[in-house]
């Protein structure tokens, strides 16, 4: 992330969406929590240019939106409760019975079953390609096939897409591209200057960064794309909560640095961790040993709060054992939180293009907002009550 970049954009999120100042005005707008919108004429409760009910929106969500968009570039964007279900809005506001959608291996693992096990209940068949195909997808794209998934770094095993080559082979097909972005936080990668038609965010993650909501965003690059997402939202009656749009959007204000703290502290102890006895692969893409090194740097501009390693000659157990002696970093789900997180990938691991096996027992840590030092120690005994 460049300094020019981190300026603007953090001046922007400092001074985005607040009221004009009067006389005591507060900072930010107040939450205005609302079923039922009142109309003072009947006449006007069939009109197309107000917002007629809650599920619809506020001012407030109208500002998340705008923040979106202006993260990203995008034309619109959608809100939903999760970042799960901001996916599968994505998705379904893209496919209908009959077509085939390409997923990435690397998918996250929910976003996985969703089209493996829901999808293929409406007729919609799903083909999981490998994440390094880059232009060989062209060979997978069907004269049916709709839309391709993409999710760069990926969960878990964080291999990076050559976007541009699948952009280029789905434009030439009339091929729809969505990313999950959520592990950039739109802030050191742009998918949608690269092409994609898609960007979807768990806004849990670092937008929320107290791991105290559930929230997400699909960003579309064109106005025609964000009417279809936002016309499939209305009819999946999908919403955002007041209190959690104000949450995100306050959020939104201190991003940059938080995400800056965590991203560097990731980086440190993934160079720290390459070499250390018990450990085997680190999986961070910043690494100029990760294989997708080259492709990171050019589509890149900056890193994330989280990757992952493996235990070198260590099984399954070893990993338990290995995050039960960790003191600072919690035992939990979910990553861009105050809080440092760890947990062991075995049991949700489903790849079937590039395999299971990654050398070792795969451990991925979330940095959050502690001293860098103090997690290395944590991570150094941990390590220790290995050996
Ligand atoms: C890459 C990715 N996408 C989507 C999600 C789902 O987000 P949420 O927990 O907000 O539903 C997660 C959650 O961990 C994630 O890691």
Redo the contacts with the bound molecule.
């Keep these: 992330m460049s300094d020019n970049d981190d300026i603007s954009l953090q001046t922007r999120f400092a001074h985005f969406s607040r009221p004009k100042a009067g006389l005591g005005t507060p900072v930010n707008y107040g939450i205005d929590r609302a079923s039922t919108l009142l109309f003072d004429r009947a006449e006007d409760l069939y009109r197309s240019d107000l917002r007629g009910y809650g599920r619809h929106g506020s001012e407030l969500h109208d500002n998340l939106e705008a923040a979106f968009c202006a993260l990203e570039n995008g034309a619109g964007t959608s809100l939903t409760s999760?970042?799960?279900?901001?996916?599968s809005l994505a998705i379904l506001s893209c496919v209908k019975a009959g077509d085939h959608l390409l997923l990435t291996d690397s998918a996250?693992g929910?976003?996985r079953s969703f089209c493996l096990n829901y999808l293929n209940r409406f007729g919609i068949d799903t083909e999981i390609y490998d994440p390094r195909i880059g232009a060989g997808i062209k060979d997978l794209i069907r004269p049916n096939t709709t839309l391709i998934w993409l999710?760069s770094p990926g969960?878990l095993t964080f291999e990076v897409q050559d976007i541009p080559a699948v952009v280029a082979c789905a434009q030439a097909q009339k091929v729809i591209t969505a990313i999950?972005n959520?592990?950039s936080a739109g802030l050191t990668l742009k998918p949608l200057s690269l092409g994609v038609d898609i960007s979807?965010h768990?806004?849990?993650?670092y937008f929320g960064g107290h791991s105290d909501l559930?929230?997400?965003a699909v960003i579309s690059q064109t106005k025609a794309m964000a009417r279809k997402v936002n016309q499939t939202r209305r009819q999946l009656g999908h919403s955002l909560s007041p209190d959690d749009a104000y949450q995100v959007l306050r959020g939104f204000r201190t991003v940059i640095p938080r995400f800056r703290h965590a991203e560097s502290s990731a980086l440190t102890l993934a160079k720290w961790l390459e070499g250390r006895t018990n450990v085997g692969r680190v999986l961070h893409p910043a690494l100029p040993s990760h294989p997708d090194h080259n492709i990171w740097a050019r589509d890149f501009s900056g890193g994330a709060c989280i990757f992952s390693f493996t235990l070198k000659g260590k099984n399954e157990d070893d990993a338990v054992s290995f995050i039960n002696h960790l003191k600072l970093f919690g035992i939990g789900?979910?990553?861009g939180g105050f809080e440092s997180l760890a947990i062991h990938c075995g049991p949700q691991l489903r790849r079937s293009q590039t395999g299971q096996d990654f050398g070792g027992p795969i451990i991925r840590l979330a940095c959050g907002m502690e001293s860098v030092n103090n997690l290395q120690h944590d991570l150094e005994q941990a390590l220790n009550a290995l050996t």
């Design positions: 999760s970042g799960l279900s901001a996916c996250y929910p976003v999710e969960s999950d959520t592990w979807v768990s806004a849990t993650k559930l929230a997400g789900y979910s990553y």
